[in-house]
């Protein structure tokens, strides 16, 4: 069984730092793995996808990247700011249709 | 853009009472699902809907039924609400490829069942 964690399970850090959230992930015989973002209240919004075949992906100050045989991804947040601050989830595609996710990591940017 | 909407947005049940959570999307996506996402467990699938006529169940299926009315909607009923199906309820739905496409979630039913 698919098994995803999420490293830590909350982070608060000064607006304007770098930072990097942790995902892994027990089975490496994956279709894709997405990063998505949740605030309070709200549902899930998708950040990035790789797929399996690929090591990384971008859009504006976020990378994410898959290191399938290691079974870790990372999401890199480039100066962050006050609007960041939510829970991002990663989440594994293992079998046709099935996403298992983590639990997610809090993110709180501070002003 | 409306994307996916979810209605009611909240709905308190007492035990053993029924009720349909509705959801339609507006982005003509092939695949829908139903996910629930609990404190401590994470979001787990209920049931997905690969294409319009075609309906699967997920990791924890039971106690759901679920009916692919058309391409935009996919209603996720519950027959006899139990206490142990108190949770958040969402609904996602992906194009053209399927799971290997990101997936669009509405906001959430929030559902507390007494």
């Known amino acids: 069984k698919q098994e995803v964690t999420q490293i830590p399970a909350a982070l608060s850090v000064p607006e304007g730092e770098n930072l990097v959230l942790n995902c892994s992930f027990t089975?490496?015989?994956?279709?894709?793995l997405q990063w998505f973002r949740q605030d309070p209240g709200k549902g899930l919004t998708s950040l990035l996808l790789i797929q399996s075949s690929q090591r990384e992906q971008t859009s504006g100050r976020l990378n994410a990247s898959l290191d399938k045989s290691s079974g870790r991804s990372t999401l890199y947040i480039a100066a962050s700011q006050p609007g960041d601050s939510a829970t991002y989830l990663c989440a594994v595609l293992s079998s046709n249709y099935k996403l298992t996710f983590g639990k997610g990591t809090l993110l709180t940017v501070n002003p | 853009n409306a994307g996916v909407t979810q209605t009611p947005k909240f709905q308190v049940l007492k035990t053993g009472q029924s009720m349909t959570l509705q959801c339609a999307q507006d982005m003509n996506h092939n695949s829908m699902y139903w996910y629930r996402q609990d404190p401590g467990m994470g979001l787990r699938l209920i049931y997905y809907?690969?294409?319009?006529?075609?309906?699967d169940k997920g990791e924890v299926p039971n106690g759901y039924n679920v009916s692919r009315l058309n391409k935009r909607e996919f209603s996720l009923r519950l027959e006899s609400a139990a206490p142990s199906q108190t949770s958040v309820y969402f609904c996602?739905?992906?194009?053209?490829?399927?799971?290997?496409?990101?997936?669009?979630f509405g906001d959430g039913t929030r559902l507390s069942i007494l």
């Open positions: 809907s690969a294409s319009e006529g075609t309906t």
């Open positions: 089975d490496s015989a994956i279709y894709n």
């Open positions: 996602a739905s992906s194009g053209l490829g399927g799971p290997n496409q990101p997936q669009h």
